[in-house]
């Protein structure tokens, strides 16, 4: 949505405030829609509170856990290994914008059998938190940059990348924060498919290593993005866990992310 009435509209808020002021006339709302600008018009209903409304469900921001992948030495990173869909539609979203924030981790739900686990953690949203801004969100990840200032807070390492030609079914391991500690933890990549259309999917790693088994169960929601490590190069980053298997899950091959 991007004009109500012919007058633009940039928040949620704005909206509410325009249709609460328009008296039940008919009205006209500008919409992006598959790239498209069209124009629909809809009659406002008075709710049981007295305020009209249109019937329609509006986000204008949305927020979540995830793993960083990688940072060039410029500041740009790479996150998820995935985009950020809406959660009711599935549809990726279209962001203006956005801001990378330290997130504190306070519990694991395991994950089991038919039920993803996932990180529980809390984002304060306070400027000491704030490392950098997401400027771009698309399949196969969300893109930034992180401030020369921020960058100054964490010890970096540099890693050669590894190719997906490079790549081999066989032991790995991947990077992961486990009781605020970041270690490496074995995993075996069981299957490598170099041209499979969903670029999220491209290969299959099965956790083995018996502490972030027992721990998480093996793959869980918030680990997305972590780094996939094969003979001492980055090869690509966890995307997806089976909801019938959460020891195993896909990845994304890096030179893909990299890509953007």
């Known amino acids: 949505i991007i004009a109500f009435n012919d007058q633009r509209v940039s928040s949620k808020r ?16 500008s919409v992006i829609r598959h790239g498209e600008e069209i124009s629909l018009s809809l009659d406002p209903v008075l709710g049981e509170d007295g305020r009209y409304k249109l019937g329609i469900w509006v986000r204008d921001n949305t927020q979540g856990i995830g793993t960083l992948t990688y940072m060039r030495e410029d500041g740009t990173f790479g996150a998820l290994g995935h985009g ?22 306070l519990g694991i739900q395991k994950g089991s059998k038919g ?22 969100n698309c399949s196969n990840g969300i893109y930034g ?14 890693m050669p990348v590894g190719y997906k030609q490079d790549m081999k079914v066989g032991k790995a391991q991947i990077l992961f924060i486990l009781d605020w500690q970041l270690d490496f933890y074995d995993v075996e990549i069981t299957k490598i498919d170099m041209d499979h259309e969903d670029t999220n999917k491209s290969f299959v790693i099965q956790v083995t290593d018996p502490r972030l088994l027992s721990a998480t169960g093996g793959i869980v929601q918030g680990m997305s993005g972590s780094p996939v490590i094969q003979e001492g190069k980055i090869v690509g980053a966890v995307t997806h866990v089976f909801v019938q298997d959460s020891a195993s899950g896909y990845g994304i091959f890096i030179e893909t992310m990299l890509e953007h």
Do not use: M
Not at 148 to 158: A, H, I, L, P
């Open 145 to 158: 940059k992180i401030g020369s200032e921020e960058r100054n807070r964490f010890t970096w390492t540099r």
């Open 115 to 136: 039920s993803p686990g996932e990180l529980s953690g809390i984002i304060r949203y306070s400027q000491s938190n704030c490392l950098g801004e997401i400027t771009k």
């Open 84 to 105: 950020i869909s809406d959660v009711d539609t599935g549809e990726l979203l279209h962001i203006q914008g956005g801001a990378l924030y330290q997130t504190e981790i």
């Open 14 to 29: 704005e909206l509410v405030e325009d249709i609460t002021c328009c008296n039940g006339e008919t009205a006209v709302l």
